[in-house]
């Protein structure tokens, strides 16, 4: 017969590993810890094609630009674009890394500004599908990487997949990317409840994509904090709004990223604007 003492004793294990699993915002009294890059920042969306690769693949050109380490982790685990978007050709990815423990020299890949890319494998169900397990093993593996850097900049998959939802609430800082389109907007606040309630986040930068100017971008951030205050106790900050612009697509169609294709247009100076203020700390950096 289990006894007050034994029921007690069990309450208290349950208490403590509900704890440990928690995963809470940097800055709260008690939080999991998160990746051990000096700063680490997951882009994540609601929905895809709202940008968000090509956001993480820029934020972490301008942040190498202005004197930082950066490593990019491609966590849209099967349906990897990132090499797409940086130019690059892996050699291998982090299939390798899962199943042999392969060294970081092999799966790393160096892009535009010195950005280092852990590759994802494209067309891979079994990685899109990763049991709890599994993508433990592949976050210490990727964590024992990121600590060699000052950034880690993780490129989630849309949507609210388990994988999605684990790797941005492990950042320290989560972008949300969202366009104006109802469906978007839609899909990026379930997204940000399924962070809050399940993640443990209680603060995610807004980044709007795909608009006319800056009171289309602000628009689309009100019309979130609008629905988020109502339902849930969770702080969405402006980052600011990337506008549409031709010379922005004509650098992704050659594949550049459009802050080193398109310097001067509005979207390359917001995401350098970003990257200054989401950077670790304050380096001597070089123009971006």
Do not use: W
Request: neutral net charge; glycine residues 10%; charged residues 25%.
């Amino acid at each position: 017969m289990m006894t007050s003492g034994d029921q007690a004793e069990g309450l208290r294990a349950l208490a403590q590993r509900e704890q440990s699993s928690q995963v809470l915002r940097p800055g709260a009294p008690e939080r999991r810890p998160t990746f051990s890059a000096r700063r680490s920042i997951a882009v994540t969306s609601g929905k895809g094609g709202v940008g968000k690769t090509q956001v993480s693949a820029n934020l972490a050109v301008a942040l190498a630009r202005q004197g930082h380490s950066v490593l990019v982790l491609d966590a849209d685990l099967g349906l990897a674009s990132q090499d797409l978007v940086l130019g690059v050709t892996p050699r291998s990815d982090l299939m390798a890394l899962l199943e042999r423990g392969a060294p970081a020299s092999e799966v790393l890949v160096e892009g535009p500004a010195g950005v280092m890319l852990l590759p994802a494998c494209p067309g891979r169900y079994e990685m899109a599908n990763l049991g709890g397990a599994d993508r433990d093993r592949l976050v210490a593996a990727v964590d024992a990487i990121a600590k060699q850097f000052d950034v880690l900049v993780v490129d989630t998959g849309a949507g609210l997949g388990a994988n999605s939802v684990a790797f941005a609430a492990l950042a320290d800082e989560v972008i949300l990317v969202a366009t104006p389109d109802p469906t978007s907007l839609r899909d990026a606040y379930a997204m940000a409840k399924v962070l809050h309630r399940r993640g443990g986040v209680e603060r995610l930068g807004v980044l709007a994509n795909q608009v006319g100017g800056d009171q289309e971008g602000r628009e689309v951030h009100e019309r979130l904090a609008g629905i988020v205050e109502r339902f849930l106790d969770l702080e969405l900050d402006y980052l600011g709004c990337l506008r549409r612009d031709d010379a922005v697509r004509r650098a992704v169609g050659a594949g550049l990223p459009f802050v080193i294709g398109s310097p001067e247009s509005q979207p390359s100076r917001t995401m350098c604007a970003i990257a200054r203020r989401l950077a670790p700390t304050p380096r001597e950096a070089v123009p971006c």
